[in-house]
């Protein structure tokens, strides 16, 4: 008798648990250490049953990737608009800095491991979109207010640059030389502000 086909929400239940498990994996033992085999031997499957939901490593991660920045995103937009456009700019670089520091597995995951081809995944495409739209719309506000002066989209880069640098210095335990990375974002901050 031939196999019953899974249905849409069995496959999306089984990819979600694989999923979690990947992630449960990556955050034990890093990026090299995860493969299909491993993830199925956690998961008491067999290997090809794996590959029945996801290519291979490259698209398990991509999934990863499109998860993280969703949340990453979540972040982003549930910081209050109602304030001035410079405050409201600054807050996201907050919520961006705090997103990293309470979940620095999944921002490394997300800025910090060689992606490959991951960036070519819709998914991860459009959830990385989001939060990109969050900042360019923000910088844009504080720029057609007259609060910073400028190409927003330069000083969009430049802010989100500038943040990863300094986020990324902290979460490998760089920041050794008398300043606090809350000290360092801050003078970051009005820097980039006052420089405009």
């Known amino acids: 008798m031939p196999r019953k086909p899974l ?16 992630y449960e994996l990556y ?21 090809m049953m794996a590959y029945r939901y996801f290519d291979n490593k490259e698209a398990v991660f991509a999934a990863l990737r499109a998860i993280r920045f969703d949340a990453l995103a979540d972040a982003l937009e549930a910081v209050c608009e109602a304030q001035t456009a410079l405050n409201y700019l600054r807050n996201l670089g907050k919520a961006y800095a705090d997103f990293a520091h ?16 991951l960036g070519t995944y819709l998914d991860v495409i459009r959830a990385q979109q989001r939060t990109q739209d969050v900042l360019f719309c923000a910088t844009r506000r504080a720029v057609e207010s007259g609060d910073i002066q400028g190409d927003p989209v330069l000083l969009a880069h430049t802010l989100w640059a500038s943040t990863h640098g300094l986020v ?17 974002f801050r003078a970051m901050q009005d820097h980039i502000f006052k420089g405009n």
Do not use: W
């Not at 979940?103 to 800025?111: K, S």
């Not at 335990?173 to 000290?183: C, I, K, M, R, V």
């Open 7 to 22: 249905t849409k929400s069995e496959i999306e239940s089984f990819r979600n648990t694989f999923c979690e498990a990947a």
């Open 27 to 47: 955050v034990q033992k890093g990026y090299d250490a995860v493969t299909m085999r491993g993830i199925a031997k956690v998961l008491k499957c067999s290997p």
């Open 102 to 117: 309470q979940q620095p597995d999944a921002y490394r995951l997300l800025y910090m491991i060689p992606t490959g081809q």
């Open 168 to 184: 990324s210095l902290n979460l490998s335990s760089q920041l050794n030389q008398g300043a606090t990375f809350d000290e360092l």
